[in-house]
């Protein structure tokens, strides 16, 4: 251990948080981030309360209010509540199964980055010249296009957003794989805590609903940029924003709540000693429940949209459906207090308000699920207090539990338990003085930034303002909290609770030589102990990762500084940053590449443990699994955007009149056999044949540039010959998006085979070593496949 | 043209009187719940602080109130879906009679536009006949907008390039204010997206519609 000290002694203190890739030291940074961004959000609800406190205030004009609506949503939501629970994944996670890290620990650095670097890009539009984007966080097109939304600042907003898309795929392919994979040897399924399996939930959950804002994002900064026209209103666009929207927004809701609900789920045992009611297998079958169900109900966002009545009936079923797991989950919550001795210390207090407030949100939920009662309670404020009882409420209270429960384990020390209760009294009390009277103003429209006094809203609105300016001032206490715990000053055991689950009790699942690597070491309340990290850790510092973070957003932002199409004066001023961004981006790849080549970053892997689908399955290739399903539903989201845009037009040009069938076949051929040419690379680097890998993947290569460059002529003859661009329509519009996004995929399979094509030339490809030439081939076929989908959609349709 | 069809049930009537159905069930289940809850925490709890042995001494008690209680939620939810396909046949299906008034709708930034059949729009006014079945036949210009009338309880949103529909009846003449609102954020004017509604007796419409608007 000295020895581990005094590494740690030469890294400065800055070096650290840079660029670590400890999840205890990522956790913390998630942890301390997202509370900035609830600053930040929280500001602006105050500045949204002080406009409402009265009618007809002019504290805020119009678009400022807009302004601050939107950012208010989506900071609170993407950069507040759904990265806190992040955070506690980074810090629990590992430990309550006993692994020493996630498995991909840099990639977990990444996606911190990502996130930070993504939200402040959302902070900055504000200051952008024409003010950021005042369309609220549905971000419902064509209010979003360039149109109606013009300027550098909804752009940068949504370039802010695409990236944090970026970030949460990251993240949840890693904590997958981490669960799936990781977990030390007696933590089979039936072992794992109740956090962790929600967390497991959440993030499976994440991985199947941001790829569809992911396409949607990608579709409407295309139309804005390019200029292609997926979202004008013309093209059916507003509706195909409201169900790419939704298939994703609605499973947010449980993406923000579900590490909440985990956490109340081992904060219930601890604190009433006994076992939670129902089996762990139901609750565990109730939240695996939610995954499917969630994305099955995302049409009651659209009840007054004008869908097919059978289709209003069917979600309004579906969405009473999904009441049903959850009232399992609360109900079994509130039974498990029967019979048993609680105590109640401030995280058990939190805990249960968070119950309460989500049983007053959930029955409102009910109200909202009657596509008939939807009627007139859908846009106003019975909704804003719904889903700020129900998301923000019952999620705030259970990760404000969850905080008070794992400080201790945190920071070796004891929060101070008369002011965590007098931060409870204080905002349990005025959080329901803030959101409940809005129950009462079901007939006032959200988001307006003024009403008359006629309305007869000023008293409710004045009551809620109180009750807000209330919630926020008695943060401060648990501000002043975390302070007494983080100094130091009240001295705590190693298991405060008495708690029964792994992270409390490291050593009884984990085998010997993980115990050792195991900072927070065996139960000890020493802090000087808990500050550093294994000596495997300290050699562990990367800049890749925050490089890379910053040379995507800096490439993103001056995309978005560009604008190129709406003859701004800012032409030119986005190329320094654009310019900048691929260079940075370009050496952090190669960097990272670099790295692995020569083996400086190497994760020890523990021996054995419990594992699925086997032992003997690697760790990347579960990753690289995971990283395809979320890929696959980018495509399939895309390209049912195709289906949609193109079903909803009437003339469509003639297959071959356009694009050559006989260029497109033999292109066709041309990829395929690339697939046959990367099986033999990999039959040749099976068989340690080092010659054969060269030459076929050499091939490979060509045969894939050949595909990119015939694809380059072909784009060449189009736009200069035939005036065929992304301009023309529809059929130009999902022709050049899609089939460049395609182009891209390839692209980056071009730059993998580099990679192995310099990686084998130093020898370091052998028999015993050529996971990667498999992970590749993996990767190729699916390039090739979707190409299969788009070939006959454009060439033969 | 007939006489008023104030005997049908209106689109108003069915939603407030699934709003009631929802209401005192939603406060009764709320109020039951909460309460058992809050109970059982006053009466379970522990001033020590003892090391729990982490015992089920309930047993099969347990499973058996979480599955009871669940059943009687799903009982509830049927309740309620009854109430709602039973006002939905209400709600969208405007009862044929020859007393009908189609009206085209159009959301502007920041406006209503009314298109009676005869080609005459107002704006900001929607003026219809006391007792009449009045179909609105909504879309817009730009960008979503949503067509609210709160205190009669219908809306239905104005989208770009797509024709939506509503039904509804009044039947008190008179100006009812503000009574039409925008429920969708759609720019910087949102909050001014208000127009009047405006019911008049039968015949004074029909005195306002022969009054032909040459060219
Ligand atoms: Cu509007
Ligand atoms: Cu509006």
């Known amino acids: 251990m000295q020895q581990v000290e005094a590494v740690y002694q030469k890294r400065s203190w800055l070096k650290r948080w840079l660029f670590t890739t400890y999840h205890k030291d990522i956790g913390v940074l998630y942890f301390v981030t997202s509370l900035y961004f609830a600053f930040v959000a929280g500001l602006l609800a105050a500045l949204m309360r002080v406009q409402l406190s009265a009618p007809g205030n002019t504290f805020l004009g119009p678009t400022e209010f807009n302004s601050a609506v939107t950012a208010h949503g989506l900071i609170m939501i993407l950069w507040f509540l759904s990265p806190l629970g992040v955070a506690f994944a980074n810090y629990i996670v590992p430990m309550q199964i006993g692994a020493d890290d996630l498995a991909f620990p840099r990639l977990n650095a990444l996606s911190y980055w990502l996130f930070l670097i993504s939200g402040m890009m959302l902070v900055m539009s504000f200051f952008m010249p024409g003010g950021g984007f005042g369309g609220g966080w549905t971000t419902y097109a064509p209010l979003s296009t360039a149109q109606y939304s013009p300027g550098p600042g909804p752009s940068l907003a949504f370039m802010g957003f695409i990236l944090l898309c970026v970030s949460i795929t990251v993240g949840s392919v890693n904590f997958i794989t981490t669960i799936l994979w990781k977990r030390a040897p007696g933590m089979g399924f039936r072992e794992i805590p109740m956090f962790t399996w929600f967390t497991f939930f959440t993030q499976v959950l994440m991985l199947m609903a941001f790829p569809s804002l992911l396409a949607a994002l990608l579709l409407l900064m295309s139309d804005r940029l390019l200029g292609t026209q997926f979202f004008a209103a013309s093209s059916g666009g507003a509706l195909l924003w409201d169900n790419l929207f939704w298939f994703f927004g609605h499973p947010e809701v449980y993406v923000v709540l579900l590490p909440a609900f985990g956490a109340i789920l081992e904060i219930l045992p601890t604190f009433t000693g006994r076992p939670l009611a129902a089996r762990t297998a139901i609750l565990v079958a109730a939240g695996f429940l939610v995954v499917p169900l969630s994305v099955y109900v995302f049409a009651h966002h659209e009840f007054v949209t004008g869908i097919p009545l059978a289709l209003r009936e069917g979600f309004t079923i579906t969405t009473f459906a999904i009441s ?10 509130i039974h498990s207090l029967t019979g048993g001795r609680i105590k109640l210390k401030t995280p058990m207090l939190f805990a249960i308000a ?34 700020h009882y129900v998301m923000a409420g019952a999620t705030i209270f259970g990760l404000f539990a969850a905080t008070y429960y794992w400080l201790p384990k945190m920071t070796n020390h004891m929060y101070s338990e008369r002011l965590g209760k007098l931060h409870f009294i204080t905002s349990f009390i005025s959080f329901n003085v803030l959101y409940f009277p809005m129950f009462l103003l079901y007939e006032m429209p959200r988001r307006i930034y003024t009403y008359q006094a006629s309305t007869g809203w000023g008293t409710l609105n004045y009551i809620a303002s109180i009750g807000g300016f209330v919630f926020i001032a008695s943060q401060v206490f648990f501000l002043v909290n975390l302070l007494i715990a983080v100094r130091g000053k009240i001295p705590t055991t190693p298991n405060p609770w008495h708690a029964i689950t792994p992270e409390w009790v490291p050593g009884v699942f984990a085998p010997a030589g993980l115990l050792k690597s195991m900072p927070n070491g065996v139960g000890n309340g020493n802090a000087e102990i808990h500050s550093e990290g294994t000596a495997a850790h300290h050699q562990h510092l990367s800049q890749r990762p925050l490089a890379l973070a910053s040379g995507a957003a800096l490439t993103l932002t001056g995309l978005a500084l560009s604008s190129w199409n709406l003859g701004l004066p800012f032409l030119g001023i986005g190329n320094p940053f654009f310019f900048a961004g691929l260079a940075l981006l370009a050496w952090a790849v190669i960097g990272w590449a670099h790295d692995d080549m020569i083996g400086k970053f190497k994760v020890p892997d523990e021996e054995r443990g419990e594992r699925w689908p086997s032992i003997s399955f690697p760790k990347v290739k579960l990753g690289i699994w995971t990283f395809l399903a979320s890929e696959v539903l980018v495509f ?15 003339a469509w040009p003639a297959p071959g009149s356009i694009h050559s069938i006989t260029i497109g076949t033999i292109n066709t051929v041309v990829l395929l056999s690339s697939s046959l040419t990367a099986l033999l690379a990999l039959r040749a680097a099976r068989s340690g044949d080092r010659r054969g890998l060269l030459a076929w993947i050499g091939l490979t290569f060509a045969l894939g540039s050949t595909f990119l460059a015939v694809k380059g002529f072909e784009w060449y003859d189009l736009i200069y010959n035939l005036g065929f661009t992304p301009h023309s329509g529809l059929p130009g519009t999902t022709y050049f998006f899609i089939v460049g996004l395609h182009g891209a995929h390839v692209f980056a399979g071009l730059m993998v085979m580099l990679y192995i094509i310099r990686k084998a030339f130093a020898g370091k490809i052998t028999k015993e070593n050529h996971q990667v030439v498999e992970l590749f081939g993996l990767y190729w076929s699916f390039v090739d496949i979707v190409w299969i989908f788009i070939f006959p959609l454009f060439y033969l349709m | 043209m007939n006489l008023s069809v104030g005997y049908l049930i209106t689109p108003t009537q069915a939603w407030y009187g699934l709003w009631d159905i929802f209401v005192y069930l939603g406060i009764a289940v709320g109020v039951v719940v909460i309460s058992y809850f809050v109970y059982h925490v006053v009466r379970y709890r522990s001033k020590e602080d003892y090391v729990p042995t982490y015992e089920n001494k309930n047993g099969s008690h347990d499973l058996r109130f979480v599955l009871v209680s669940t059943s009687l939620s799903i009982i509830v939810l049927i309740i309620l879906s009854a109430g709602t396909l039973n006002a939905a046949s209400v709600t969208f299906n405007p009862p044929a009679t020859n007393d009908t008034v189609n009206i085209e709708v159009i959301g502007h930034q920041f406006y209503w536009q009314f298109v009676y059949p005869d080609g005459r729009s107002l704006i900001n006014n929607l003026t219809i006949p006391a007792g009449a079945v009045v179909i609105l036949n909504v879309t817009s210009q730009d960008v979503f907008h949503s067509f609210g009338i709160s205190q009669f309880a219908v809306k239905i949103d104005a989208i770009p390039d797509r024709y939506n529909t509503l039904w509804f009846s009044v039947q008190q003449p008179g100006v009812y204010v503000d009574a039409i609102r925008c429920y969708e954020l759609c720019g910087a004017g949102h909050a001014y997206m208000i127009a009047n509604l405006t019911v008049v007796s039968q015949a004074a419409y029909q005195q306002w519609i022969s009054q032909k608007v040459n060219g």
Not at chain 1, 361 to 372: E, P, Q
């Open chain 1, 324 to 333: 049903v797991p959850f009232d399992v989950m609360v109900l079994s919550m």
């Open chain 1, 354 to 387: 968070a119950v309460i407030i989500f049983i007053i949100g959930g029955i409102t939920g009910v109200f909202l699920a009657s596509f008939v009662l939807d009627i007139n309670l859908r846009g106003t404020y019975f909704v804003v207090a719904h889903f």
């Open chain 1, 636 to 650: 399939g989201s895309i390209l049912s955007s195709y289906l949609y845009v193109r079903a909803y037009s009437t």
